[in-house]
């Protein structure tokens, strides 16, 4: 039944949610906005812009679209900056070990991230290649919850929602998996993502004869 496994990139793949959440604090810090690891919670999966709107909102801040292009791209500058050291030691755990057994069986891989730095970020890492298809920030204006992310990169895999596991840490990504038709696994804590289909704390000690059976 399954034949593609579609992969949210930031804390399913890498280990980044963490540089994320230090660039959008040290915004934050800048802005006056209290910002705390709950407020990130909301980000998790959310575009740049919808993000910074998030802090803007949470500080009652209104500003033009000129500074607010200015607050995304320094957020992003910092970002790209904690990352540009980045190497396969952030790989998170059964991440690799998990690509490499569904290429071995042939099954569908894809990305489905809201991140327009996903590209050169899964290059640095080594990943890029097992990827048969990118589906990032740069290929659609929506942001999760709505499932369009995730429908382009089934449709880049040829395959129908239905066919497809997406892999997601954000509530907001397990949300869009749902309203999309696909199958979900949820990554990190059950109580958080309750919506998920299954739950597993990490990729690790999943394989494709484990998936097949849960699926
Ligand atoms: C998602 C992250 O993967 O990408 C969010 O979970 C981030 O935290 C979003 O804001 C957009 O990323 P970028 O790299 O385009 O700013
Ligand atoms: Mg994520």
Same mark, same amino acid.
């Given at each position: 039944?399954?034949?593609? +496994?579609?992969?949210?990139?930031?804390?399913?793949?890498?280990?980044? $949610?963490?540089?994320?959440? *230090?660039?959008?604090?040290?915004?934050?810090?800048?802005?006056?906005?209290?910002?705390?690891?709950?407020?990130?919670?909301?980000?998790?999966?959310?575009?740049?812009?919808?993000?910074?709107?998030?802090? *803007?909102?949470?500080?009652?801040?209104? +500003?033009?679209?000129?500074?607010?292009?200015?607050?995304?791209? $320094?957020?992003?500058?910092?970002?790209?900056?904690?990352?540009?050291?980045?190497?396969?030691?952030?790989?998170?755990?059964?991440?690799?070990?998990?690509?490499?057994?569904?290429?071995?069986?042939?099954?569908?891989?894809?990305?489905?991230?809201?991140?327009?730095?996903?590209?050169?970020?899964?290059?640095?890492?080594?990943?890029?290649?097992?990827?048969?298809?990118?589906?990032?920030?740069?290929?659609?204006?929506?942001?999760?919850?709505?499932?369009?992310?995730?429908?382009?990169?089934?449709?880049?895999?040829? *395959?129908?929602?239905?066919? +497809?596991?997406?892999?997601?840490? %954000?509530?907001?990504?397990?949300?869009?998996?749902?309203?999309?038709?696909?199958?979900?696994?949820?990554?990190?804590?059950?109580?958080?993502?309750?919506?998920?289909?299954?739950?597993?704390?990490?990729?690790?000690? *999943? %394989?494709?004869?484990?998936?097949?059976?849960?699926?």
């Amino acid at each position: 039944m399954i034949r593609g +496994c579609i992969f949210d990139l930031d804390g399913v793949i890498v280990d980044t $949610a963490k540089y994320h959440y *230090l660039a959008w604090k040290r915004m934050a810090s800048l802005l006056g906005v209290a910002f705390t690891e709950e407020d990130n919670e909301h980000l998790k999966g959310v575009s740049r812009m919808q993000s910074l709107q998030y802090i *803007l909102n949470k500080g009652g801040i209104k +500003c033009s679209d000129e500074d607010k292009q200015k607050y995304a791209k $320094a957020k992003n500058e910092w970002y790209v900056d904690y990352i540009s050291t980045i190497d396969e030691t952030e790989i998170l755990p059964g991440a690799q070990e998990l690509l490499i057994d569904l290429k071995k069986n042939n099954v569908g891989i894809a990305l489905g991230s809201a991140s327009k730095n996903a590209k050169p970020l899964l290059k640095n890492i080594h990943l890029i290649d097992f990827f048969d298809f990118i589906s990032d920030g740069n290929s659609t204006e929506k942001s999760k919850p709505d499932p369009d992310v995730f429908l382009i990169a089934a449709k880049g895999l040829n *395959l129908q929602p239905a066919y +497809c596991i997406v892999f997601e840490d %954000s509530v907001k990504g397990i949300e869009a998996a749902l309203k999309g038709g696909f199958r979900s696994m949820g990554i990190g804590d059950k109580n958080v993502l309750n919506g998920a289909e299954h739950t597993m704390p990490g990729l690790s000690g *999943l %394989s494709w004869e484990v998936l097949e059976k849960l699926y």
